[in-house]
């Protein structure tokens, strides 16, 4: 709904006065009403002074429309300032005729009505330019949320993942505890059997220089390094003694087939263990 100031406006913007608009507005509320009470009242309109009319009344100091004062009067005489028996002769107003007025009216309706129209379209362009604002918004944010998405959906699959990784690590650590385990059990509650005697194969004879010997620690992990033949199971203790990480103690380092277990300052060589040229020891605490 327009304010007053913008009825106010839309006068002023067809030719008329400030103070006649803002009169007319006061008067009759709504701009075609307050049109046809200046078409209707044209005389007046084209007479107006805003320093020195009034409208619809008097005016003790200056000029009244429609009225009377004790200084000028439009479509009379002028007595006061003059000399006595003075008298001038004010030019009377014109009267539109009904004609004049209806194409008055008419012509100012058809400004309103522009107006309007221009009013409407632009109106009408505004709500087009922010529906694409909005659609362009829309499709900014729908686009944010599916790169969100696949992304969320990246990082989910790259923890399912290193879960998995981590569930079969873990498992692999249940498993050879449990065999470690078993071995300590073994070791503390079975005396040791004597190995069966087995025929004697004829293999053709290879000699080694070095061996490989690999160390599984009490927590799982394997330590290996390459040792001389005649190197004995003490430089292999010695070895593991620098290197684990599954603490500190005494041990037994300890073949699982055939089962024999070692002091730490065994003086058997890795040959005399059968070692060579690639053995396995377990460690085994005390």
């Known amino acids: 709904m327009a304010s007053k100031q913008d009825k106010i406006n839309q006068l002023v913007s067809m030719g008329y006065d400030p103070h006649l608009a803002e009169e007319a507005i006061r008067i009759n509320g709504y701009v075609e009403s307050s049109l046809a009470w200046l ?24 000029q009244a429309l429609g009225g009377s004062s004790s200084g000028q009067a439009l479509g009379g ?26 194409e008055r009216l008419a012509y100012l309706q058809e400004q309103i009505k522009q107006r309007k129209i221009e009013e409407e379209a632009a109106a009408e362009k505004a709500s087009i330019d922010a529906e694409k ?7 900014e944010v729908q686009s944010a949320n599916e790169a969100f998405k696949k ?3 990246e990082l989910e699959e790259i923890a ?10 873990a498992l692999q650590r249940v498993r050879e505890q ?20 087995a025929e004697p194969v004829i293999v053709p004879t290879k000699t080694y220089d070095e061996c490989v010997i690999q160390v599984r620690l009490s927590n ?25 990480n599954d603490g500190d103690g005494a041990f037994k380092l300890m073949t699982s087939f055939p089962r024999k277990l070692y002091d730490m300052d065994s003086e058997v060589t890795l040959t005399e263990a059968d070692l060579v040229p690639r053995g396995m020891l377990i460690l085994q605490k005390l």
């Open 39 to 62: 078409a209707s009242n044209q005389a007046m309109v084209d007479t107006y002074n805003p320093e020195g009319y009034s409208l619809g009344g008097s005016s003790s100091g200056g």
């Open 77 to 102: 005489s002028l007595s006061e300032g003059f000399g006595v028996g003075e008298t001038v002769d004010v030019e009377p107003v014109k009267v539109l005729t009904e004609e004049e007025k209806a």
């Open 133 to 139: 604002r909005r659609r362009e918004y829309g499709k």
């Open 151 to 153: 992304q969320q959906a």
């Open 160 to 169: 399912k993942r290193k879960q998995k990784e981590q569930d079969k690590l």
């Open 178 to 197: 449990i065999e470690i385990d078993r071995l300590n059990r073994l070791g503390k509650t079975e005396p040791e059997k004597p190995p069966i005697a």
């Open 220 to 244: 799982g992990q394997r330590i290996e390094s390459n040792f001389e033949i005649d190197a004995t199971i003490a430089a292999v203790a010695e070895f593991v003694m620098q290197n684990r």
